[in-house]
């Protein structure tokens, strides 16, 4: 990989962190939408949108040698079910005032890429980082045992994303391409889905108002974009180099949730948070450390 790739995955990661620490804006407008319409529509606009960028900048020769790979098509096809419950997951959180929990699960990610690096692709851990991933388990644990709660919003966010990092990492297919058959994989089920709630407050774009039609359409452009992002990202830099610029995105979460939209910020909270925080900031100084060395 040369050291100009290299620069163009960290900023690809850098730019789809800070989107996707946004992105709870935008779904706040539509906080009276339910969860599972808003992911329909993030799935039929997101592709229209990506065979609009197709169509402009080509990858459909890269598209029909993806078709015929069936391993690769099976690998995105998992892939799409997967980014469809975080994505699904993560509106309902954002939307029913868990934005915090989103945050930690997000937090949580970074850690747990490294440990799926070490699982699945033969990275190493060197120490600073076993200890940083024993501090950020500790800090699960304390919330389980001392206030008797596991954190499961967070840790479902964190799994189904750094299992999604997995393995469109290992598949290693182009970006547009790759996105474009995860939609498409989906495309029948929203459009059903869609003829069968016609019936409901919001669902039907012929009777809603053009603005509210118009923030329905933009979920294809608000995920795409930064999906986009990530999975070049992906494939240019290390999972673990990755993850390490994921505290981006719940960091600006974090902020939005406590300033913007008054989350409580309680013990509970606080205490797994500093272990996980704890965990970053050694898991951030190792990162560091090897740089400096290398």
């Known amino acids: 990989m040369s050291d100009r790739e290299y620069r163009k995955g960290i900023l690809l990661a850098v730019s789809a962190y800070c989107m ?26 997101s592709f229209v949108f990506m065979l609009i960028i197709m169509l402009f900048i080509g990858g459909f020769s890269r598209l029909r040698l993806l078709l015929k790979q069936p391993k690769q ?73 001392s206030f008797g709660s596991i954190p499961i919003v967070s840790l479902a966010l964190a ?9 469109r990492k290992k598949v290693n297919v182009d970006a547009k391409a790759g996105l474009l058959v995860e939609t498409a994989v989906l495309l029948p089920v929203a459009l059903i889905y869609l003829v069968a709630t016609s019936d409901t407050a919001t669902a039907s774009m012929l009777t809603n108002d053009w603005q509210l039609n118009l923030l329905l359409m933009a979920a294809g452009i608000v995920t ?5 992002c990530f999975a070049g990202a992906a494939v240019r830099i290390p ?14 979460m974090f902020i939005l949730a406590v300033s913007l939209f008054n989350e409580p910020f309680d ?11 704890a965990a ?3 898991f951030t100084l190792d990162m560091a450390y090897k740089r400096k060395k290398t």
Do not use: C
Not at 104 to 116: K, S
């Open 20 to 45: 996707w620490g946004f992105a709870p804006l935008y779904f706040k407008l539509l906080n009276h939408v339910s969860a599972t319409e808003i992911l329909i529509h993030r799935v039929i606009w």
């Open 73 to 145: 098509l099976m690998v995105l096809t998992i892939t799409s079910i997967v980014i469809a419950g975080n994505w699904l997951l993560f509106i309902w959180a954002v939307n029913n005032d868990h934005m915090l929990d989103a945050s930690l699960g997000y937090f949580i990610n970074p850690l747990l890429n490294v440990l799926l690096g070490m699982l699945f692709l033969g990275e190493r851990l060197r120490k600073l980082q076993w200890f940083a991933v024993t501090l950020a388990s500790t800090g699960v644990l304390l919330q389980l045992i």
């Open 239 to 252: 999972l673990s180099t990755l993850g390490f610029f994921q505290y981006i995105g719940p960091s600006i």
């Open 224 to 228: 795409s974009i930064p999906l986009l």
């Open 159 to 167: 799994g189904t994303f750094g299992f999604y990092a997995l393995l």
């Open 267 to 277: 013990a509970e909270k606080g205490v797994t948070f500093a272990f996980i925080w």
């Open 280 to 282: 970053l900031l050694i």
